[in-house]
């Protein structure tokens, strides 16, 4: 199903039918402040091993996921002053920030160190959607064969379209991922250069 959801002010029907999808443990396509991606939430175990398949991924490198701001990144994982100071001054915005998770991240959800990889994009579609169904969403690329990110969604539907419940078309997004910024020690360090300033970390 390809449905278009109007990324300044997004419907509250077509989010609720999304958000319908998600709490019956599908998974969706939606646009971001970087790139199109797949989620689903994050306390559906089986939903998440699906995505897993879908990316041929190792579930020894857990997804990010997406918190509606700043008090909802507080329930998932421990952060510091320093952290909290940081991520106020950046988010939302296109960055995953790596943290200690806390007890209410699901365990697929964590790597070895017990870390977190958390975004609050700065879109209105992908908050809304967190924000109603209650939990964070996973946060992973729509990428097409190749890992190629793509801007359209339809391409993505059709790519997709017999293992995704939805594709929501938020029209043109930038098409570059985030950056990646460790704050597990105090030093924050720099993983990976993508969209976003980061030129407070170096």
Known sequence: ????????????????????????????AY????IYGIGCDIMNKKAIETIYRLK????????????SDLTNIS????????????????LPGPYTFILPGSRM???????????????????????ELVKN????????????PGGENTNDPSLIHDYFKNTID???????????PSSVISLYEEEPEVIRKGLGDISIFE
Do not use: W
């Not at 952060?79 to 001054?89: D, H, P, Q």
């Not at 169904?133 to 990428?143: D, E, Q, V, W």
């Not at 939805?166 to 570059?176: A, K, Q, S, T, W």
């Open 56 to 67: 041929n991924r190792d579930q020894k490198t857990p997804f990010s996921f997406i918190c």
């Open 31 to 34: 646009p971001t402040d970087t």
């Open 1 to 28: 199903m390809l449905l278009k959801i109007n990324p300044e002010n997004p419907q509250q029907r077509l989010i609720a039918k999304a958000v319908e999808i998600l709490k019956d443990g599908g998974i969706i």
């Open 166 to 176: 939805m594709v929501i078309d938020g029209g043109p997004v930038p098409g570059e």
């Open 105 to 127: 991240v699901p365990k697929i959800m964590l790597t070895k160190r017990k870390t977190a990889g958390i975004r609050v994009p700065d879109h209105n579609i992908c908050i």
């Open 133 to 144: 169904l209650g939990n964070p969403i996973i946060s992973t690329s729509a990428a097409l």
């Open 75 to 90: 329930d998932y994982a421990k952060v510091s002053n320093y952290a909290y100071k940081t991520m106020k001054r950046l």
